[in-house]
């Protein structure tokens, strides 16, 4: 009598014919399990970090292209599973298009259909490009991941890029795992994240080898190696560079405690004429609540002040109430000019002083397309989501601004926060990084967790504190290590006093090499992709 197979067995042969059934699927039930597939995949992300979930996300991903035939098949399969991700993932913004439900609600389901489809084009590239090569086993995996980290990197800059959700943020959880980011940017992360993710595919793909056979073992052993001591080992590398940072909150620039105010006025509110003024004098109650004593700055958020400062010098005087004795009010708003082509609009960062005069301003130059804009206006007949009837106008582009009291700073209004590589000006590098942004169009969703995230892993990256402040939060200062020293949650009125934490000793690695690490990767790892394939065919 043959013996019964012990539970590991009964497992792996349920696996086994569990890929089986994944590459017979056809039709719209291999496109609807791939849609899941990556939906389930999104769920790693941002607030929800459910990381073990990308392990059966790519895994039948990876399974559903084995009964794929053809290029056409593997890209729809590709697209679908890109579809599901980033349906999932960026579902909050047609929030957005329910702060004025009356004009923009109509618009809701195509927008976020719309941008969703356009997305998943990126991960169809990758899936399409592994299946055009046709290997198999390990150099399948390693393929891929090179692939998805390509059209990531594609993303953050095409048309106007829009690199959120990269998949090396569901580790913005963990400064340990941040570290990587020092060196490789958030890329190194993405390709870590995969590679581990796919890995056990090859235990049971079609015609894997037999765990007694060489290749079985080659198979094991290279699943071990990514999926367990890959991670570990940027994870101890991680705790050994933040065990000889400074302790947390403990090294603050000399001179100089921050005031963050997050008022989280409601988005709805928040141009209504009757109710502007009172919006400024609850974020002056803010600024003084408690007395200023040892408040050397104080700031507010993007478009916290609804009103065009320039010509408003009554409204300067108020302000000015705000500003503590020698420091500054450092706050958004829009900035309007007549010009000889008629009047143009920026969205922009000013500081004031106590005479309530406006000392700098920056512009913000990354607007958001059909946010602070409308792409072919005159074409599609569409207006922006913003007040106001005119486009913003982009600003120059990135500054070090110097302010009185404070180190050099670079602004990021806004998502300017998400790009890898462009949140610092290399000719004039700044020592610390202020993003003021409004995430209430988004309400209580992912959305501002993921921007948060995003924003968290750019001081890691650059080596430099970030500050956030945020109408309706997530308000917080970051040390130079993507530690957070202070934070306020989302929805919470409330103020912060904080350090500002001092910069890391010279540059990162990535602030010098900038996205070129990016295609250095994927260079490597299409090499080492290769070399797998010619010794395990």
Known sequence: MAAEPGAGGVARGRLAALAAGLAGLSGWRRLGVAALCGALASAALPPLYLIPLLVPAFCG??????GARGPRQAAFLGWSFGFGHMLSGLYWIGIAFLVDAGRFGVLMPFAVLGMAAGMALFPALSVLLVAWTGWRGPARVVLLAGAWLAVEWLRSWILTGFPWNLLGTVWAFSPEMLQLAAVTGVWGLSLITLLAAAAPAVLWERDRPDPGQRGGRVNLA?????????????????ALRLSGAPAPGSDGVEGVRLRLVQPAIDQKLKWRAELRKGHVDKQVALSLAGGQEGISHVIWAETAVPYFLAGEPVLRRVLSGAVPEGGLLLTGAPRGEDQSGGPRVWNSFHALNKRGEIIATYDKHHLVPFGEYTPLRGLLGLVKLTAGPRDFSPGPGLRTIELPGLPPVSPLICYEAIFPGRVADDGARPEWLLNITNDAWFGTSSGPYQHFASARIRSVEEGLPLVRVANSGISAVIDSHGRVIARLGLNQVGVID????????????????????????????????????????
């Open 61 to 66: 991903l990876l399974w559903l292209l084995d």
């Open 498 to 537: 904080s350090i500002l934490p001092r910069p890391r000793e010279g540059a990162t690695l990535y602030a010098r090499f900038g996205n070129l690490t990016a295609l250095i990767l994927v260079l490597v790892v299409g090499l080492f992709s290769l070399i797998l394939h010619r010794v395990t065919a």
């Open 222 to 238: 290279f699943v071990a190696a990514l999926l367990i001591l890959l991670p570990a080992a940027v994870w101890g590398g991680g």
